[in-house]
């Protein structure tokens, strides 16, 4: 399968970089051959670098990396019936997403299988439509990126819900017989400002032992519970983005009480010429029972080259309440389409 892929992959590179002075007319024609409404094929090729500034390993230290390698393949079948099958062939676990699915409407779709579950407003975003290069610590810290299950979501005029039950164990089987709780309810404004304003709360809730919290967070013991607010407002100039996430625990490390890890993000962004943005976060994350409290600054610079060409540039300031500051640069070049 990582052969296939890859071979798949270099041909559509190949294919974008000799003509990637003409993008009107490449962008037309991966459309037409590759995008249909039965069969689509999406790509995500990512490339980067991270330069520490003081020679430490903060953010992998002085690297350059292969950072995706997506493969999407997804369809709407007989206009009700949909699937979608995605791929990262640089890293482990390859298998992302593989569900299908049945739309009654656009006020009521259902999904089973393997997916990202739609709790947090850092995590919803693809890769390649993140406004920076990583991903919140509060979030890495709490949300699983992919979940096995079943999810119903919809959209009625502007209210959106989303609401899952899962293995809460990630891409693995049950190991507990109990399910885990998603749900999240947004409601978008589109005409009392030149733009969108969107408004969320979400909440997690579920047995989950002998699992890890989030991406890198700590070990569970049993029971969990995450919530959070999120706003998102945007304009044709400005970005304006904010959340709020907490979990109650029960941890590995802490057996006779719950630990609360909690943390907020707030972004904002201007677009300084028509394919440029700058922008600027501020984020904490902590834990009660550990007695911290850290902080990073991230500034950063997104061009778009072209419709599938783009470059995100970040500059981070980590300031950890308990021990040394640390700063570092990271570069990112990528194709989608």
């Known amino acids: 399968m990582k052969k296939i892929t890859l071979i798949i ?19 037309e024609l991966l459309k037409s051959k590759l995008q249909h409404e ?42 009700k019936f949909y699937y979608r099958l ?16 049945y739309r009654h409407s656009n006020a009521l779709r259902i999904t089973a299988g393997a997916m990202k579950p739609r ?19 509060i979030t890495g810290l709490l949300v699983q990126s992919r979940e096995i299950g079943v999810s119903v979501e919809g959209d009625v005029k502007g209210l959106y819900y989303y609401s899952g039950i899962f ?11 109990k399910f885990y709780g998603i749900a999240r309810l947004q409601y978008t404004f589109n005409n009392i400002i030149p733009g969108s304003l969107q408004i969320a ?22 029971e969990r519970m995450i919530y959070g607010g999120d706003v998102r407002l945007e304009t044709d100039r ?12 029960e941890l590995m490390d802490i057996t006779d009480r719950k630990e609360k890890i909690y943390g907020y993000y707030v972004t904002a962004g201007y677009k300084m010429f028509k394919e440029t943005m700058l922008l600027g976060r501020c984020q904490s994350w902590g834990r009660q029972e550990m007695n911290y409290q850290d902080y990073q600054f991230t500034f950063g610079i997104n061009h778009q080259f072209t419709e599938l060409a783009s470059f995100q540039c970040n500059f981070d300031s980590y300031l950890p309440e308990k021990g040394d500051e640390q700063y570092g640069l990271s570069f990112l070049l990528q194709i989608q389409f």
């Open 9 to 27: 992959l270099s041909g559509i590179i190949f294919l974008t970089s000799t003509v990637f002075a003409q993008e009107d007319s490449i962008s």
């Open 38 to 79: 039965e069969f689509t094929l999406n790509v995500l090729v990512q490339a980067g670098l991270r330069y520490s500034l003081a020679n430490d390993k903060f953010q992998g230290g002085r690297t350059f990396e292969a950072t995706n390698a997506r493969l999407s393949l997804r369809g709407m079948l007989d206009g």
């Open 86 to 101: 995605f791929f990262n062939t640089v890293r482990e676990p390859n298998l992302l997403d593989a569900f299908l699915g």
């Open 119 to 137: 709790q947090t407003l850092d995590y919803i975003p693809d890769p390649g439509s993140t406004d920076f290069i990583d991903r919140t610590k």
């Open 167 to 177: 293995n809460g164990n990630k891409l693995s089987s049950n190991n507990n017989n």
């Open 201 to 222: 709360v979400q909440g997690s809730y579920g047995e989950s032992p002998n699992v890890r919290s989030g991406s890198f967070g700590p070990m569970l013991r049993g």
């Open 238 to 249: 400005f970005l304006l983005a904010c959340e709020y996430l907490a979990g109650q625990l």
